[in-house]
């Protein structure tokens, strides 16, 4: 049995300053896309109206870490920060052992659109810290989970979760410090947004 999802990610954007990017194919894992709000509150409101419901994760100083799932085995998962930033990724579910094997997608395209066709206009997409203009083309992206997934008992789910929490820790810190190259201050708006 094999279950398929399309995620369109940007492959071409357009900046605010008019410069134009282009996304390799190894890019729809890293979270250099993201979404910008100017009310991190109201979006957590939203999100949870959407179904959305908070999840255990690596702690990266979110205000909050929500998910939804989208099919029996793949979920989005949001990280909102007080800035404003939101971080977005689909994965296998958290529910299932693969959810440590398996690399997670960019999900920011697919949260902006889901948040703007659902009302919620006060979303941006930013690239590395600039406000994205105008997205010139996509990538579709298929995530194909092929055979059955493997539930994850409690105490099973637990020894992994550790162990995964202690490496994603270690991975996090790797992040940050590579975040921290593209944005001197750790997860900076747009410069013209901190006033």
């Known amino acids: 049995m094999s279950q398929k999802f399309i995620v369109r990610i940007p492959r071409e954007l357009e900046l605010e ?3 134009k990017v282009a996304l390799g194919e ?20 939203k999100l949870v109206d959407l179904g959305f419901r908070p999840v255990p994760a690596v702690f990266l100083g979110e205000i909050v870490s929500m998910g939804k799932m989208l099919t029996e085995y793949l979920e989005i998962h949001v990280r ?26 960019n ?12 009302g919620f206009g006060d979303i941006k ?18 995530i194909v989970i092929e055979g059955c997934l493997h539930k994850m008992c409690e105490l099973s789910r637990n020894i992994l979760i550790a162990l995964r929490d202690s490496i994603r820790q270690r991975i996090s810190q790797s992040i940050s410090s590579l975040h921290r190259a593209f944005y001197p201050h750790p997860l900076q708006a747009p410069d013209r947004l901190q006033d």
Not at 33 to 43: E, G
């Open 125 to 142: 997409l930013i690239y590395r810290g600039k406000l994205v203009r105008a997205i010139l083309s996509f990538y579709e992206c298929e």
């Open 26 to 45: 190894d890019q729809i894992h890293r979270l250099d896309l993201a979404c910008l709000t100017f009310s991190p509150r109201r979006l957590i409101v």
């Open 107 to 118: 999900g920011s395209y697919y949260l902006y659109e889901l948040l703007r066709n659902n």
């Open 17 to 19: 300053n008019g410069e």
């Open 80 to 105: 909102v920060f007080k800035q404003g930033i939101v971080l977005s990724e689909i994965e296998v579910s958290r529910s299932y052992i693969e959810h440590l094997m398996y690399d997670p997608v």
